[in-house]
């Protein structure tokens, strides 16, 4: 199963966005995503989007390509 913006609704007011390769880091506000990309755009597609005018974004060394998480999503052990 996917998990879309539409899902966070009632859960988070913003969604913090983080990369693995880079400092790149952000928290943006869930209705503004919502409104920018619907509430069924899935958390994947979210993250393409949003590292694409990253330069990592393409990188054929896919150990240098950006890699966005969502650090309130990932689930410690």
């Known amino acids: 199963m996917v998990v879309t913006l539409g899902d ?6 913003r969604l913090e966005i ?3 390769r880079c ?4 928290r943006i506000r869930l209705v503004r995503l919502i409104e920018e990309h619907g509430a069924e755009m899935a958390l994947p597609e979210l ?5 694409a005018d990253c330069p990592r974004a393409t990188a054929t060394d896919l150990s240098l390509r950006c890699c966005v998480y969502y650090p309130a ?3 410690q052990p």
Not at 23 to 26: F, K, L, N, V, Y
Not at 47 to 51: D, E, N, S, V, W
């Open 8 to 13: 966070l609704v009632g859960h988070l007011e």
């Open 18 to 20: 983080r990369c693995r």
């Open 23 to 26: 400092e790149r880091r952000e």
């Open 47 to 51: 993250g393409r989007r949003l590292a």
């Open 73 to 75: 999503l990932v689930s």
